[in-house]
């Protein structure tokens, strides 16, 4: 597994922070300080990206969108970094295939726990072995090709939603907390729970769409998908 990170953010001193920590991690650190300049020296060669959202010459955004679309690149994991809290930022993000967001000001720790957890995930699911489609009532899984269809029309879900709707899906009628849903979906322990839970939950109900009723909220304790189609 390519242990190659690039990290494309402008502000020197949080560039060199991370460059340094995940160089004492054991890995191979590329650094940019513009989008122009992470464009250049971007290749399918890195294992994973960190990004910053506001960069002197655009939106990280944007690069995020650009990288997804090229088939090239695409499967390259994401990490937007950013000082912006904002919850549609976190949304719009996760749509354009994000795999994680971390907020400024950030833990180094919390950061570098995120990076290995996606790459343990990614190089997991490299060596997973073909599986056949699921299906419950209107809802159809391709878990080989990693297409859903709803009433037999294609639903386009980023990674990560994926991973989350087989995994509700795989334990149907069975309550997953956010603790476990965070350490099965996205690798990594409650020490670090953010609302990235719900945030993805809120979108996968809504591109589900007459599918979505049966993703649950269990208050106060977590999601579960329904054990059977009415």
């Not at 499967?75 to 993000?93: H, M, Q, S």
């Not at 699911?125 to 269809?149: A, K, M, Y």
Request: charged share 30%; with cysteine.
């Amino acid at each position: 597994m390519s242990k190659k990170i690039l990290i494309i953010e402008d502000e020197p001193d949080i560039r060199k922070t991370i460059e340094y920590n995940l160089a004492r991690e054991g890995f191979e650190t590329h650094t940019a300080a513009s989008i122009g300049e992470g464009r250049s020296i971007l290749t399918d060669s890195f294992a994973l990206l960190v990004l910053d959202l506001m960069l002197p010459d655009g939106s990280g955004l944007d690069l995020c969108r650009e990288i997804k679309s090229n088939k090239t690149l695409s499967n390259i994991p994401i990490v937007i970094l950013t000082a912006k809290d904002d919850e549609v930022d976190k949304v719009v993000g996760f749509e354009l295939g994000a795999d994680d967001y971390v907020t400024k000001p950030f833990s180094v720790r919390e950061l570098i726990l995120r990076i290995k957890a996606i790459l343990k995930r990614g190089n997991k699911e490299t060596h997973e072995t073909v599986e056949i489609e699921r299906q419950f009532g209107d809802l159809v899984i391709d878990v080989d090709s990693h297409e859903v269809f709803v009433n037999k029309e294609q639903v386009v879900l980023t990674a990560l939603e994926f991973r989350l709707l087989k995994q509700l899906i795989d334990r149907r009628g069975r309550v997953q907390s956010r603790d476990q849903l965070l350490s099965d979906v996205w690798g990594y322990s409650s020490n670090v729970t953010t609302r990235t839970v719900d945030t993805h939950i809120k979108r996968l109900r809504e591109k589900l769409g007459s599918m979505g009723k049966y993703v649950q909220t269990i208050r106060g304790v977590g999601y579960k998908f329904s054990r059977t189609p009415e």
